[in-house]
Each structure stands twice: as structure tokens, then as C-alpha cells.
């Protein structure tokens, strides 16, 4: 059964920088895409930044701007956001799929919670 753990998250003040990480387990076929998608309080989830198989190809949200950059290392995934502000306060996940809709998919981690507040 394939396990995503999402860890990195924290309380933090705005300004501060984070690097998430997403760890893979129980999966052994050839690199997927990946995604990062957050959910905020009261709010639906969603993409906020992909990457290709490869890792020559990503995808940052207009949300976070020049703010951030994914990478990945085969099935690790990283999610740096630098500036942090408070509207990124969020629950933050990662799955296979490049933007993938999150009601297109069944099975989460519990997901990192990143909180900007002064």
C-alpha cells in the first residue's frame, strides 16, 4: 500500500522560510509525477505546485509566486517556500499526479500544518 508522509511543517512568523518534505513508501514502479496541495482552514484543497517524472518540468501556483520551488530526488519531494505569509497558513499534502484534482483522488497522508502568524 502506497504511504505518503508529509513532514517540515510548523509554526512560523511571516517572512520566515520552510522546506516541506514528502516521503513515498510502498511504491516501487518507475517516477510519477508528483504534487504538493494545500488545504486552509475552511477551505477546499488544492494544488499549489508539481513536478515532472523527470524533475525538468515543475509548476508553482500564482499563489505562491516566486516564492517557492519544488524539487524531488526519485520519490522524495520538497517544497521550499521562502517569505512566508499568513494566507499560506494551511494543511499541507503531497500525491502522485501533476495537478491533479484532488476529488480525482482517494488516498492522503496526514498532511504537514504550516501556520504564519505573528
Known amino acids: 500500500q502506497v504511504q505518503f508522509v508529509e513532514s517540515g511543517g510548523g509554526l512560523v512568523q511571516p517572512g520566515d522560510s520552510l522546506t516541506l518534505s514528502c516521503t513515498v513508501s510502498g511504491f516501487f514502479g518507475s517516477a510519477a509525477p508528483m504534487t504538493w496541495y494545500r488545504q486552509p482552514p475552511g477551505k477546499e484543497r488544492e494544488p499549489v505546485a508539481a513536478i515532472s517524472s523527470s524533475g525538468d518540468s515543475t509548476y508553482v501556483a500564482g499563489s505562491l509566486g516566486g516564492r517557492a520551488q519544488i524539487r524531488r530526488a526519485t520519490y522524495d519531494l520538497y517544497l521550499r517556500i521562502n517569505d512566508l505569509k499568513p494566507e499560506d497558513t494551511a494543511l499541507y499534502f503531497c500525491?502522485?499526479?501533476?495537478?491533479?484534482?484532488?476529488?480525482?483522488?482517494?488516498?492522503w497522508g496526514q498532511g504537514t500544518q504550516v501556520t504564519v502568524s505573528s
Open positions: 500525491n502522485f499526479g501533476y495537478l491533479e484534482s484532488p476529488k480525482n483522488i482517494d488516498s
